[in-house]
């Protein structure tokens, strides 16, 4: 099986309570690129960057095996890069800038081999662009699609029409009360789901994520950690997880798809222990292995009556 993702490539300045980075490598698409890479061996990756984009970062890609022939770097042209300060409690930020780049004028091509591709990640740009992703794909066997708080507000009506095109939708907990205007998550879900995507998956940052599909729900916990460096890229690290453990056992099933969110957020929760990629970059099978059992040991329990 093979995995097309398309979204973005930045350069990101970030600083949290516990320090600061500068031009250090994101973009949705590199997260889920790298996590993906650690399950499925033929990732293809679609994205543009400037003259600028430094040569280690696309050393680092082709390291994970990444394809990035559709990789565009467009001379003279500077890359996307975005700002962040976080505060004290990490799940809220604030966006110092953003200079777009060669990504305000990105046009997504995706090349004929790709097209064919079974499993597809739509990370997180506009949702015309997704659109435009989707209607030069041949017919995927899986559409994984995320968006943001921006879009919902800006580009609802294009959004809705993503919605309805793709298998797991995944949003945190504000972006689905956003879409729906209901308060209760598990309303919400529902109406989210009515809306086309066979599964929804809403995370809840350190309250770990809710899995919808079937009539059944799946509730898997965050990882417990002491301390936390960067959230950034968390949520795509575990968009690339869970479709590139999805993508390497074929099984769409609903029970695969819990393992997958654990696969996700194992993953997930390397991210965010050092700054940009720098904990993902490196990681062995066997840890994340090791982890996944750590999650299993953390959510089981017997029934023993009363």
């Known amino acids: 099986m093979s995995l097309l993702v398309v979204g973005s490539i930045a350069l990101d300045t970030i600083e949290t309570p516990t320090g600061k980075v500068e031009n250090a490598l ?22 543009v960057v400037g003259e600028d984009f430094p040569q280690e970062h696309i050393n680092l890609l082709k390291n994970h095996n990444i394809d990035i022939s559709g990789l565009e770097i467009v001379k003279g042209g500077k890359t996307f890069r975005w700002g962040g300060k976080y505060h004290t409690d990490m799940n809220q930020r604030d966006t110092l800038f953003t200079e777009l780049g060669v990504f305000e004028r990105f046009d997504p091509k995706i090349p004929e081999k ?25 017919s995927p066997e899986l559409i994984v699609c995320d968006t943001m708080n921006l879009w919902i507000e800006t580009a609802y009506d294009e959004l809705l029409e993503v919605i309805k095109k793709v298998d797991v939708l995944i949003i945190n907990d504000s972006e689905a ?55 950034t ?24 798809m819990k393992r997958a969110v654990v696969y996700g957020s194992a993953v997930a929760s390397f991210c965010v222990q050092e700054y940009s990629t720098k904990k993902i970059e490196n990681l062995t099978k066997d840890e994340i292995q090791k982890r996944f059992k750590e999650f299993h040991e953390i959510t089981r329990f017997d029934d023993a009556g009363f």
């Open 26 to 47: 994101g973009g949705s698409s590199t997260y889920i690129s790298i996590a993906s890479s650690y399950f499925q061996d033929e990732v293809h990756l679609i994205g």
């Open 114 to 138: 790709e097209r064919k591709d079974e499993f597809v990640v739509l990370g997180n740009i506009h949702p015309a662009l997704q659109n435009h992703v989707l209607s030069q794909l041949d």
């Open 177 to 231: 009360r956003l879409i729906t205007k209901e308060n209760n998550l598990i309303k919400s879900a529902k109406m989210i789901m009515e809306m086309g995507p066979k599964h929804l998956i809403i995370k809840k940052g350190e309250h770990g994520a809710l899995l919808f599909g079937e009539d059944k729900i799946f509730a898997a916990a965050a990882y417990p950690l002491e301390s936390i460096s960067d959230p």
């Open 233 to 256: 890229g968390a949520g795509d690290t575990f968009a690339g997880g869970f479709t590139g453990y999805l993508s390497r056992s074929g099984d769409l099933s609903f029970d695969n």
